[in-house]
Each structure stands twice: as C-alpha cells, then as structure tokens.
C-alpha cells in the first residue's frame, strides 16, 4: 500500500537469496519474462546490462533462479498495484562468508545504484530474520538487526549477521539495498522481515525515518529452505 501511495516505480530490482547454492554467486535472470498467475512482468535488459558493466561480480545464470521462491513471491504484490506495467531485474544472492559478503555488498550496492540513477525504481530485499527459536531469543536478534538496517549500516548489518549467527538468509541483499541508498540514488526504500515460530508467521516491518518513504513489501515463504554452505564470490572484468 505504501509503494502504491508513493507512486508506482517502472521498474523494481529483487535481491533474493539462493536457499540452495546452485550455480553463480550472483546471479540475475536471463529470461525476458517471469509469469504467475496474474500474468507476465518483463524484465528489465537495459537495466540488468548496466548492472552487469559495472559490478565485478554479478553474472547471469537461470540456474540459481531455477528452484528459488525468495523472489518470485514478491512478484504476485508488484501486479497488483502495477498490473504488468513494471518492470523487474532479479538477482539471486548466494551465502558467502563474511570478507566477501562485504566486498559484494559494496559491488553491487553502488552497480545498482548507477544502473538506475534518473530512473524510478525501487529496490526490494526479501528476507526471513531469526529462524526456529523462541519467540523471546528471536526478538531480541532482530531487533538488533532492525538498529542496523534503519541506520543505514550495510557493513555493520554485515558484521552483526555473521558474528552472532543470526539466521537471516537475505542478509547480503538486505545490505545491497541499503548500500545502494548511501549512494543517495535511490529513493524508494523497503525491506519486510518475517520469521516462523512454530508455524505462525510472525513479521516486522522497517518504519519510515528521516523523511524518507516507507515501502512495505510483504514476504510470505511457503517453507523455509535450510542455509545452503557457502558459495565462493569469483570477479570478472
């Protein structure tokens, strides 16, 4: 409702996590188009190639995309508000150890944000926070977490993630996004955050600060897929 009332982007870049670990650490779609139920969303080519030029990293690879649901559920919320009038660059995100968690996050935050400078867009993170625990330890994991991501702190959320093993699989996209709104180039900001606690889904979600706009993009997992190992970050270019 937030993204709707702020006015409806032309295009939308998804940062999910690759649950499974197949295929390249980061990896933006090759199709020309993802389809559900309520139709078709065009990917985005001008954009993805420019994220291409200017990241080291990212690659383009179906693989990932193949078994992933990190993404794909946001797409059911985009049509809704937007029908088939945005746009959409996917890139998957696989688990990486801390060192090149940080260096990726500071590659394709800033890719990103020069890929869509003039350009009204916004950056959607999918995430779980804290997995499996009670709801006590699991509140309290991710309210430090909430600290860093309303901070701006991409690096700390990084560090904090890591050092405490917090199970938040879309950690690195989270920080992509927040990274790429340091740069000051994107405007539209938003990250929802969902855990389960014996089944019953339990959500938080990012408030508006500073003047900036709130974007509530709902995430509703099916299942909650185990953390893959970690997959090794190769640069190109």
């Not at 389809?35 to 954009?47: A, H, I, S």
């Not at 383009?60 to 049509?79: G, K, M, N």
């Not at 801390?98 to 935050?109: C, N, P, Q, V």
């Not at 969902?194 to 990012?206: S, T, Y």
Request: charge should be negative.
């Amino acid at each position: 409702a937030a993204l709707a009332a702020d006015g409806i982007p032309d295009i939308a870049v998804l940062l999910g996590p690759n649950h499974y670990g197949r295929g390249s650490a980061v990896a933006l779609s090759p199709d020309d188009a993802w389809t559900t139920p309520l139709g078709n969303l065009r990917t985005d080519g001008e954009v993805a190639e420019s994220i291409l030029e200017l990241s080291r990293f990212a690659d383009v690879d179906e693989l990932p995309h193949a078994r992933e649901h990190s993404i794909e559920v946001q797409l059911p919320f985009l049509q809704y508000i937007g029908g088939e009038s945005i746009s959409i660059v996917p890139i998957s995100i696989a688990h990486l150890n801390s060192a090149d968690a940080l260096a990726l996050t500071e590659d394709l935050g800033a890719a990103i944000a020069g890929a869509l400078a003039g350009r009204s867009a916004v950056v959607i993170a999918s995430t779980d926070l804290t997995h499996y625990e009670s709801l006590s330890a699991a509140q309290a994991k991710d309210a430090l977490v909430m600290e860093r991501i309303l901070a701006l702190d991409w690096q700390g959320l990084i560090d904090l993630v890591y050092s405490r093993g917090i199970t938040m699989c879309g950690a690195i996209g989270v920080a992509v996004e927040r990274h790429a709104e340091v740069l000051k180039l994107v405007h539209h900001i938003g990250c929802f955050a969902a855990h389960e606690l014996n089944g019953v889904l339990v959500a938080q979600v990012v408030r508006a600060f500073d003047g900036v706009k709130e974007v509530v993009v709902p995430v509703v997992f099916g299942h909650v897929a185990q953390r893959g190992t970690n997959t090794a970050l190769s640069g190109h270019g």
